[in-house]
Structures are given as C-alpha cells and as structure tokens.
C-alpha cells in the first residue's frame, strides 16, 4: 500500500511564473491538507480539501490555490511567484477523524 | 495567532545520554501531538496527547502534556544516533478544527 505520494520531487521556477503541484493521498483517506514548511521553520497549514471543496484556510493570499479531484487525488497552484516562496511543500492525507499522514514533500526553489 | 515555541532550537548530545525538549503556548489546546523530520522526507507522527497531565511512552521517549493544556515536553531516555531528527510539535486548537499549528522545531543531533 503505497503512502502519500508527491510530485515533481524538485522544482526550479523564476518570479513570476507559475506552479502546480501534485499530490496522490492514502489509499482510503478522503481529505487532503497542504502545507508550506520555510528552511528551518515548522510546517504553516495552507488549506484542506475534503469532497473536492476548500474546507479551511490559513493565513495565505490568494496566489495560493489548490483542487481536489474525484478520486481524491490534489494540486496546489502558486501564481506570480515570489522569491519567498521557495520553500518545502508537504500535503498530508487522511480519513475523517483519523490522523494525517504526509508525504515526502516537493522542494520549490525560486530564482 | 497562537504560536507554538519549542526549545531548545539545536540540541547536541552524545549517544547514551538522557534530554528533554518543550513546546510551550500562551494558548490553550484540544489536542497537541509530537512529529520527527529526517531530511528528504515528511513528517512522521509520534504521539497525539489530548487530557490536560497526559503521559505516554513509546519505548524509550516519555511524552507529557501540562496540566493546563498549553504545553508538553518530550523526554528520550538513552540517546541513540537513530533519534538523530527534526523534532515537531503540533496542536490544534479546538476540537473538529483542522488547522494544524507546528511549532518551530527542535533539532537534534545524537552523536555516537
């Protein structure tokens, strides 16, 4: 049973520009959480999908937007890109009630 | 913004040796839980402790939550190398509230 998977691993991208990331949960968890984590920083909460709508929010502009699909698969997309952005970003899955699980992460580094 | 401090920041320590590391809040919490960080990967869940005074252990790592619910301290008992990690706390403020708040993290190096 493969856990929370991401991609891309690593990502390289300019200000401005845009990015989608990706994020396949747990096989059986329904909600998808999205967190930033900063270079020797703890993981900041951007939001959380559950039946393909946003069910909470953190504090993050509206650059940062995301989607959940179907099979409960999710994206994260930033737009016009900042050099602050660069960051680790994790998604974490679970089922319900129970606790999360998170994924390796995908490593965002703007130039 | 309720805030979540851990410290010490960078803890060094040789192999065989006891630590405790904190999280403390101004706030108080429904639930707070303790994660480790190796490089390249997410975070992994240790324990979630949810009474006010609540001591759990798992092997040789004590982990206990203030009376008040507003801090917890995780205690490892005989350091070894393979505790090497980023140390999280995390909590939720209220229960059903799915915002999780990490604190700063403590990292720990056991040297052997």
Redesign the interface.
Same mark, same amino acid.
């Given at each position: 049973d493969a856990g929370?998977t991401q991609s891309p691993t690593h990502l390289i991208k300019t200000r401005g520009q845009q990015v989608t990331l990706r994020c396949s949960p747990k096989s059986g968890h329904d909600?998808v959480?999205w967190?930033q984590q900063a270079l @020797?920083? @703890?993981?900041?909460?951007i939001f959380?999908y559950y039946e393909e709508e946003e069910?909470?929010r953190?504090?993050f502009p509206d650059r940062f937007s995301g989607h959940q699909y179907p099979n409960y698969s999710s994206e994260l997309n930033v737009n016009a890109l900042l050099l602050g952005d660069s960051a680790l970003y994790?998604c974490?899955s679970k089922e319900q009630r129970n606790? #999360?699980?998170?994924?390796?992460?995908t490593r965002l580094t703007v130039l | 913004?309720q805030l979540?401090e #851990?410290s010490p920041q960078f803890l060094s320590i040789q192999e065989g040796e006891n630590l405790t590391v904190y999280c403390n809040s101004s706030s108080v919490f429904s639930s707070l839980?303790w994660y480790r960080q190796e490089p390249?990967?997410?975070?992994?869940?240790l324990v979630?402790v949810v009474t006010g005074g609540e001591v759990k252990k798992l092997k040789r790592l004590t982990f206990q939550f203030g009376d008040a619910r507003k801090d917890s301290s995780l205690h490892i008992t005989a350091a070894q190398p393979g505790d090497t990690g980023l140390y999280?706390c995390?909590a939720r403020k209220d229960f059903g509230?799915?915002?999780?708040?990490?604190?700063?993290?403590t990292r720990l190096t056991i040297i052997p």
């Open positions: 929370v909600t959480s967190y @020797g920083q @703890g993981p900041q909460f959380q069910r909470q953190g504090n994790l974490a606790e #999360q699980f998170f994924g390796p992460g | 913004t979540l #851990q839980q390249g990967e997410g975070p992994v869940l979630t999280l995390a509230n799915e915002k999780l708040t990490f604190g700063t993290g």
